[in-house]
């Protein structure tokens, strides 16, 4: 096979359409491109979604939804675990979120803000928490068998924040 030799497959290659050759065409008189107006002339085009001046679709529908900045940043996302779920570790041990990621609770993706102890279940044992939030009824019933909350605070600055020096 040479260079010379190579041809396209038939019927992979149209022949160009030739506008504006008489009305027997087909695309004679205005050349397929219908009446008067904008779109007939030539660099008359309208972006996508206009409607001819008409209120347009976007606007006519309502607003829906919200996203915070803590939202978007994951901020206040938590992996929220319940207090059944520390009945497995050992009496007396003290439980951070990597214990917990060790043990088989998935962590949610993307996580900056850690771990949450809810109240849900019972617990049997004295454990200590390392976290980085918890809620009231879980403080209550680990702290009545004897164990004790540390609450972590994230200092880390969030991507785009800076400090102004002035």
Do not use: H
């Amino acid at each position: 096979m040479k260079l010379s030799e190579l041809a396209p497959p038939k019927g992979a290659r149209s022949r160009k359409v030739r506008v504006g050759r008489g009305e027997s065409s087909g695309l004679g008189k205005t050349s397929g491109r219908g009446g008067k107006g904008q779109t007939a002339r030539t660099g008359g085009k309208v972006r996508a979604g206009f409607e001819g001046g008409q209120m347009p679709l976007y606007r006519r529908l309502p607003k829906l939804g919200f996203r915070s900045r803590q939202r978007r940043l994951g901020l206040n996302q938590y992996t929220e675990v319940n207090l059944s779920a520390l009945d497995s570790f050992a009496e007396g041990e003290t439980i951070d979120a990597e214990k917990l990621a060790s043990a088989g609770i998935r962590m949610k993706a993307g996580n900056k803000a850690g771990v949450k102890i809810l109240g849900g279940g019972t617990l049997s044992k004295k454990v200590s928490v390392v976290v980085d939030a918890i809620s009231e009824s879980a403080r209550k019933k680990i702290e009545s068998l004897g164990g004790s909350v540390t609450l972590v605070e994230k200092v880390e600055r969030q991507e785009g924040e800076q400090t102004s020096s002035k």
